[in-house]
T-cell receptor
Framework: AQSVTQLGSHVSVSEGALVLLRCNYS??????LFWYVQYPNQGLQLLLK??????LVKGINGFEAEFKKSETSFHLTKPSAHMSDAAEYFC??????????FGTGTRLTIIP | GAVVSQHPSWVICKSGTSVKIECRSL??????MFWYRQFPKQSLMLMAT?????????EQGVEKDKFLINHASLTLSTLTVTSAHPEDSSFYIC???????????FGPGTRLTVL
């Protein structure tokens, strides 16, 4: 069965520092991979997605992620954290059947 | 474009009553709509998938008689929580896509509190 694992339920970084949120998937077929952001009491907003095109995907708000098949990873990065990046981040996987399977989420805290 | 709305944004009800939550795609026709449930500080769990004009497909462990889904048109799906109990209190989120294998667009969520 498809699954996605997010390492670290809570990540804290200083403002201006690198953000790295980890996501690994398990699959026997090529997946579609997504990163979503959720602010308190709100729905989800798509940050970026990988759908078998370029392995380095650029998203909104300065985020990007790299698909590494050999490591079954799709880690999310941002060179310089901003206070407004504080939120919950979810990695999700799909196999073309439209159903999304979400990771457990990572809460990102930005330290002033 | 691709805006999904939910109504109400929050609702408080008494135990034993039924609550209806609406999910609308405002500027596109949704091929498929999805309903998720999210407990505090947890991830989203898919409850069911619905296609316009057909019965919803429920995930394992989700009671179809408890959570009634009606997908009446290409822009509207409703989730009715019947005979709600405190354990049904949760954040319910819908999403919609506008074509097979397309991106899902998420609504802002509905917080249900059952007293």
């Amino acid at each position: 069965a498809q699954s996605v694992t997010q390492l670290g339920s809570h990540v804290s970084v200083s403002e201006g520092a690198l953000v790295l949120l980890r996501c690994n998937y398990s699959s026997s077929v090529p997946p579609y991979l997504f990163w979503y952001v959720q602010y308190p009491n709100q729905g989800l907003q798509l940050l970026l997605k990988y759908t078998s095109a370029a392995t380095l995907v650029k998203g909104i708000n300065g985020f990007e992620a790299e698909f590494k098949k050999s490591e079954t990873s799709f880690h999310l990065t941002k060179p310089s954290a901003h206070m407004s990046d504080a939120a919950e981040y979810f990695c999700a996987v799909s196999f073309g059947n439209e159903k999304l399977t979400f990771g457990t989420g990572t809460r990102l805290t930005i330290i002033p | 474009g691709a805006v999904v709305s939910q109504h109400p944004s929050w609702v408080i009800c008494k135990s034993g009553t039924s609550v209806k939550i609406e999910c609308r795609s405002l500027d596109f026709q949704a091929t498929t709509m999805f309903w998720y449930r999210q407990f505090p500080k947890q991830s989203l769990m898919l409850m069911a998938t619905s296609n316009e004009g057909s019965k919803a497909t429920y995930e394992q462990g989700v009671e179809k008689d408890k959570f009634l889904i009606n997908h009446a048109s290409l822009t509207l799906s409703t989730l009715t929580v019947t005979s709600a109990h405190p354990e049904d209190s949760s954040f319910y989120i819908c999403s919609a896509n506008r074509g097979r294998n397309s991106e899902q667009f998420f609504g802002p969520g509905t917080r249900l509190t059952v007293l």
